[in-house]
């Protein structure tokens, strides 16, 4: 006799995956954000988990202060005023509150992703010469249609200023660093440069 074969439901699964992804969100990262409100500065060091550092960029070298591990990240400038003016997120830095949050993203290797944002020319020449290189980052932020963000080439980009936040989160997955990206445009406002589809 053989055994009957049992029937799932896709959407009753997502459904039940939609409602324990709400939970998470409001257990751990609404707390989290809503705590971090008018908190972000330079230097903060936080040690608690998550770690959360925030640095200012100048060049390439000052990335080395940031972790190669998962994390959630932001991107702060005071370029255009942080484009306060059609940018809906409201996260900005204390120590400069002309630099705004213009872009928030995670990733399993946030130094090197915050390489492909900030340093762009760069990383895809790293990329090309380099060996056994599992990292392939095409959407970086754009300023507009054909203009990348290059820190490394005096321009009107690189006279202002530009500093990063990270979010540690060793042996998170995707999923989880997503909920925290959502979670964060629930709490400040999604980042003018963040065009993912959420």
Not at 61 to 87: C, E, H, M, R, S
Not at 174 to 186: L, Q, V, Y
């Amino acid at each position: 006799m053989k055994n009957e074969i049992v029937s799932i439901s896709v959407e009753q699964i997502k459904k039940e995956t939609d409602v324990m992804h709400e939970k998470i969100k409001n257990k751990h990262f609404f707390p989290l954000f809503n705590s971090l409100k008018g908190q972000y500065s330079i230097d903060l060091a936080k040690s608690s988990k998550p770690t959360i550092i925030v640095k200012q960029i100048h060049t390439i070298v000052d990335l080395n202060k940031i972790p190669n591990q998962p994390g959630f990240y932001l991107i702060f400038t005071d370029y255009k005023n942080g484009f306060k003016d059609i940018n809906s997120c409201t996260a900005i830095l204390n120590n400069n509150p002309n630099a705004r949050v213009i872009y928030r993203g995670e990733s399993y290797n946030a130094r090197t992703r915050l390489e492909s944002h900030l340093f762009n020319d760069t990383y895809h020449r790293n990329l090309k010469s380099a060996v056994n290189r599992n990292d392939n980052y095409k959407v970086c932020i754009k300023l507009s249609e054909n203009e990348n963000v290059n820190l490394d080439s005096p321009s009107r980009v690189t006279e202002a200023s530009w500093y990063v936040a990270y979010h540690g989160m060793r042996k998170s997955n995707r999923t989880i660093r997503e909920m925290a990206e959502e979670a964060f445009d629930d709490v400040f406002g999604k980042p003018i440069f963040s065009r993912d589809k959420k």
